[in-house]
């Protein structure tokens, strides 16, 4: 009963049934305007869905990124769907991964197929990459300590990443044991 | 042959999707495992040079490296698979069980509480896994070096935008270079 509350209200803003090729023109526009993946895209997200289309409001906003960050999938897909699924049901969520997907996809393939094979010897393009290399290097270490000052204060976390670090480092373990041992010790140990 | 190239791009890309936890960098881990040591599909080279190229290119890093090798195996239609491949999960999970999820989230449950507190800190320690494996990768000589710790301190210190550090990663490969 509460379920259908919050559904009916989350879907109140668009009185008349939006059309599927705005939803899939929408979220092409955001696709193409989010480097770097992952956090980045949602301020665009948040200006396109909540100010200008008016699709979500801020709370509802607020709770399908609960949901995303929760969820395995890359954020700005997941809270595509979630929009999508929303004003038109499942083909609606289809429509906007589709529009999520595309701009990536185009500019990867153009890269890959047609660029690359014919700069990839050109000495500039290595030594581009031997810089880009460190780069990223760089800006990944450079997430581990923005993700680490947030949980410095919770003992909890600490102690579990105290845990899993030597263990996953020494016995090479599968990424997803990580994450399961992670959750594992996190049910054992969380207190209210 | 080919399809089973197929078949293998898309049940590497789907496993990369469905255990995708916090963000593209915590997922790198589990995509060298699959694309390097699993596969062979690259080498650690040529995947750092693809979290490059997903930065500075438009949409999910899994989405770029998933089209990205899925064309390097098998032409178009490998990049199609692999893109479907790693978008499949969250469609089918939030397709499947969107509605149950929305309300399932606001009920306060301590064991979710804990789970997910329990998965920042592995989310952490997968993406700390992530920079070492890509810094063996990339800091080859003294340059490298010093070009990395440079960026770092410029993003954790005055919070350089992430797409100004790759351009200045290129722009100071270009300079650096040992031609």
């Known amino acids: ?192 | 042959m080919y399809l089973l190239v197929l078949l293998n791009l898309f049940w590497s890309y789907f496993k990369i999707g469905l255990f995708s936890f916090g963000g593209g960098y915590a997922m790198i881990p589990l995509m060298e495992l699959e694309i390097i040591s699993r596969h062979g599909w690259l080498t650690a080279a040529e995947f750092a040079d693809i979290i490059a190229i997903a930065e500075t290119t438009p949409g999910p890093i899994a989405i770029n490296s998933a089209t990205y090798v899925g064309f390097r195996m098998a032409g178009i239609i490998g990049s199609i698979v692999a893109t479907l491949g790693v978008v499949s999960p969250s469609l089918i999970i939030l397709l499947t069980l969107g509605t149950f999820l929305m309300s399932f989230i606001k009920i306060k449950n301590p064991r979710m509480e804990g789970i997910i507190q329990g998965l920042r800190p592995a989310v952490i320690v997968l993406i700390l896994l992530a920079a070492v494996s890509l810094g063996k990768a990339g800091l080859v000589d003294v340059a490298t070096c010093l070009m990395a710790a440079a960026l770092f301190l410029a993003r954790i210190l005055f919070k350089a935008n992430p797409f100004y550090l790759i351009a200045a990663g290129a722009m100071l490969g270009l300079i650096l270079y040992p031609y």
């Open chain 1, 1 to 192: 009963m509460e379920n259908n509350v919050t559904e009916n209200k989350n879907k109140l803003p668009t009185a008349t049934r939006v059309p599927l090729l705005k939803i899939l023109l929408a979220f092409l526009k955001i696709g193409a305007f989010t480097f770097g993946g992952g956090y980045a895209i949602l301020p665009i997200i948040r200006q396109e869905i909540i100010h200008h289309l008016k699709w979500v409001d801020a709370e509802g906003f607020m709770d399908i990124l609960l949901v995303t960050q929760s969820l395995p999938g890359s954020v700005a897909l997941n809270c595509s769907i979630i929009v999508g699924r929303r004003l038109r049901g499942t083909i609606g969520g289809l429509a906007a991964a589709l529009g999520i997907v595309i701009p990536s996809f185009l500019t990867i393939l153009f890269l890959v197929a047609f660029l690359l094979p014919v700069v990839q010897e050109s000495i500039f393009v290595q030594a581009v990459f031997y810089g880009l290399r460190p780069a990223v290097a760089a800006l990944v270490a450079s997430t581990v300590w923005e993700l680490g000052k947030e949980f410095a204060g919770d003992r909890l976390s600490i102690i579990i990443f105290i845990t899993l670090l030597p263990v996953s480092l020494i016995l090479h373990l599968h990424p997803v044991l990580v994450l399961a041992l992670g959750a594992l010790l996190g049910l054992l140990c969380f207190q209210k």
